[in-house]
């Protein structure tokens, strides 16, 4: 499955502000801004949310993170089989929060793939953006750790980890598009983000802890 370029992934992490009755109202924030700029947006709400906003909304919906594990045997685990039931459109992995090996990335990229699901495999620099494109996911997503939920844009104070990523990444695979986030929050930042060859954005706080959602995705998406 393929989404129309640019992106703007909001990843829901575990704010209060984006968990629960509030995941729904954020991911219903994120369904009219996209409806009004026809920007292609896609929620990443906490497991428990998904099947919640599948239903509520129409915009696609990626897991935060699903474990590399057969059904059986595993408590606590995301099961793969699980969300496909949820109606989950993809899942992000290996956020900087959730890091994962890269036998175990690949398998869930392998599955995703069978099932005709997104596949969002984040990195935190130039080589392992590289090592990433390998596995052929629709999408590699560089997040430098020390920038994010700091407000300091990715896309300005580290041009050079964007533009080096999709470089590397479309010289080993040109159909895997690369994202950039970490400190993203403003118009100014996803334009430099896109100016610098990314396909998108993957960001949290600066929309989740807006006083309105909508309008600084509105905000973020009115210079490209
Ligand atoms: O980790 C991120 C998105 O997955 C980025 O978080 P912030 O947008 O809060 O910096």
Redesign the pocket.
């Known amino acids: 499955m393929s989404l129309k370029t640019p992106v703007v992934i909001l990843?829901f992490?575990t704010y209060l502000e984006s968990s629960g009755k509030k995941a729904l109202d954020l991911a219903k924030a994120l369904e009219s801004a996209g409806e009004e700029s026809g920007i292609a947006m896609v929620a990443v709400p906490q497991a428990i949310d998904v099947y919640r906003i599948k239903n509520k909304t129409n915009i696609p919906v990626l897991a935060q993170h699903i474990d590399a594990i057969s059904a059986g045997g595993h408590t606590g685990s995301n099961l793969f089989e699980s969300f496909l039931a949820s109606g989950v459109d993809g899942t992000?992995l290996n956020?900087?929060?959730c890091r994962m090996t890269l036998a175990d990335i690949a398998e869930i990229v392998k599955k995703t793939k069978e099932a005709e699901l997104i596949s969002c495999v984040?990195t935190n620099n130039i080589e392992t953006s590289m090592a990433a494109a390998t596995l052929a996911p629709d999408y590699v997503?560089v997040?430098p750790p020390e920038?994010?939920?700091?407000g300091i844009p990715v896309s300005q104070a580290e041009p050079e980890v964007v533009e080096g990523s999709v470089s590397k990444v479309k010289a080993i695979n040109k159909d895997v598009k690369v994202l950039c986030?970490?400190?993203?929050?403003t118009g100014d930042d996803m334009a430099a983000a896109i100016e610098l060859g990314a396909e998108g954005v993957?960001?949290?706080?600066?929309i989740i802890k807006a006083e309105s959602p909508k309008d600084a995705l509105l905000d973020l998406v009115s210079k490209i």
Request: hydrophobic share 40%; aromatic share 0%.
């Open positions: 990843n992490k992000l956020h900087s929060e984040c997503a997040e920038l994010i939920g700091t986030g970490a400190g993203i929050s993957l960001l949290a706080s600066g």
